[in-house]
């Protein structure tokens, strides 16, 4: 595994404010209900959290993929706010309103600034969400907890996550044609969406905030690594997978299939018509997902084995 050199960063002072200006716009437009922006002082930098929702309860925790910040999930906060409190975090070493200060050389060191921002909101049975490497992050924060010994995170919801397959060529070719295609104008743009299999394409507001950062930023980060079965066993919380079908990063089934015979307690789900873009591409599939999981158990029962193909 490469070990980053230094944290990750805006090139200037300038690109950095350029940046934020058109976040804050962004914010401002497709933030559907009153929010309160926190920093928190984590081992490897200063982590912005927007909090939304009630001031009680269990929060949810969105923790969103390469490239992206807490404005990935503006579909999501309504429908999770109404009962829940939400924390959607600007990960480290992402770009955002997040200042990483050190570099993070391990999982367990990247799944502890994300414990360290639940400590800091009090957070002691938190449902984390994550995308992509945002779900390797969110795995390794619940992996460092023991049975019997309580933690922050009592349950994941894995979005299309990293880590259970290598990255492959046939990832970064699709990234690369994405990344090109979001410099196209609007119409060609959301026509491209399907020929290189991205509905991160129709998004226009989150794509207008990737083109803003996407050349100023330098990105210093661990590429994630596939777990073993042992680290897959170790997650000692209900966990459920939504893969997409038609995803770039893995081959579905085959994560499907493997899941099945490491973790048979996990819920694991294919989701037809969706890509690594899954998020964007099924935001109210997925938002109720996270609603609706885990089922409310008795104490000392053990999860059922709930992996489906189902929509």
Do not use: C
């Not at 990832?171 to 690369?176: G, H, L, N």
């Not at 609007?186 to 989150?206: C, E, I, K, Q, T």
Request: net charge positive; glycine share 10%.
């Amino acid at each position: 595994m490469r070990i980053p050199d230094r944290p990750s960063a805006f090139t200037n002072d300038s690109a950095r404010d350029k940046y934020y200006a058109v976040y804050d716009r962004l914010l401002g437009e497709l933030w559907p209900v009153p929010v309160d922006a926190v920093d928190v002082q984590t081992r490897a930098g200063s982590v912005r959290v927007h909090r939304a929702g009630p001031a009680a309860g269990d929060p949810v925790v969105l923790v969103a993929g390469a490239g992206g910040n807490a404005l990935a999930w503006y579909r999501y906060i309504e429908p999770l706010a109404r009962t829940r409190p939400v924390l959607a975090v600007d990960p480290l070493g992402e770009p955002g309103r997040s200042v990483q200060r050190r570099t993070l050389a391990t999982g367990a060191e990247v799944g502890g600034w994300l414990t360290d921002v639940l400590a800091a909101f009090g957070a002691e049975r938190a449902h984390v969400a994550g995308f992509s490497a945002g779900g390797w992050t969110a795995v390794w924060a619940a992996a460092q907890q023991r049975p019997g010994e309580g933690g922050r995170v009592a349950a994941l919801t894995l979005l299309d996550p990293g880590g259970f397959a290598p990255i492959t060529g046939r990832f970064v070719r699709w990234a690369a044609a994405g990344a090109v295609a979001s410099m196209l104008p609007r119409p060609l743009r959301h026509r491209m969406a399907d020929v290189v299999n991205n509905g991160l394409l129709r998004d226009d507001g989150l794509v207008r905030l990737g083109r803003a950062g996407g050349w100023s930023f330098r990105r210093h980060v661990l590429i994630p690594s596939p777990y073993t079965d042992e680290q897959i066993r170790e997650v000692a919380v209900p966990v459920q997978v939504l893969l997409g079908a038609r995803s770039a990063l893995h081959d579905a089934r085959a994560v499907a299939a493997r899941l099945a015979d490491v973790a048979p307690s996990w819920r694991v789900e294919i989701v037809p018509g969706t890509g690594h873009s899954l998020p964007v591409e099924a935001p109210e599939l997925a938002a109720e997902r996270i609603l609706s999981f885990p089922a409310q158990e008795r104490p000392g029962t053990a999860a059922p084995n709930h992996n489906s193909n189902r929509r």
